[in-house]
């Protein structure tokens, strides 16, 4: 996943356009060869224009747990984090990350690994046939 390096440029984009949304962006980009800028739609008739070098790749997957610190949330907000205590089994607890600051209230040298969130569980409303024997 193609992220922002740049702190201050991320989180001004980023209200905007999502990181993965950006990544995609990003990618198609390349395909066309060598580009300066990327422009993300800031409103109706407004644009931000993004210098192509504050990006880096990040070995990033949302559904699975990525290693920390070879891997950092592309965004900022809540993860699910694996932390190895100082006594007992590693452990998965919640946590938010803010780009600026790391993990809060937990060192980052605790920190393991790190996912997004799973989708919460929907029931499936079975259909039921109306049908009598």
Known sequence: MWIINDLNVANL??????????SDLFERCKQYGDFEYIYVAKGDTEFLR???????WVDYDPD?????????PPKNGPYLVTVKPDYGV???IPCRY?????????NNKEVLAFREYPKPYEERK???DDVED
């Open 90 to 92: 590693n452990r998965v």
């Open 126 to 128: 079975e259909e039921t």
């Open 50 to 56: 993004v210098c192509g070098h504050v990006f880096e």
């Open 13 to 22: 984009v980023y209200e905007f356009i999502s990181p993965e949304a950006l």
């Open 98 to 106: 803010n780009r600026a600051g790391g993990w809060n209230g937990l």
């Open 64 to 72: 699975k747990w990525n290693p920390f610190p070879q891997n950092r």
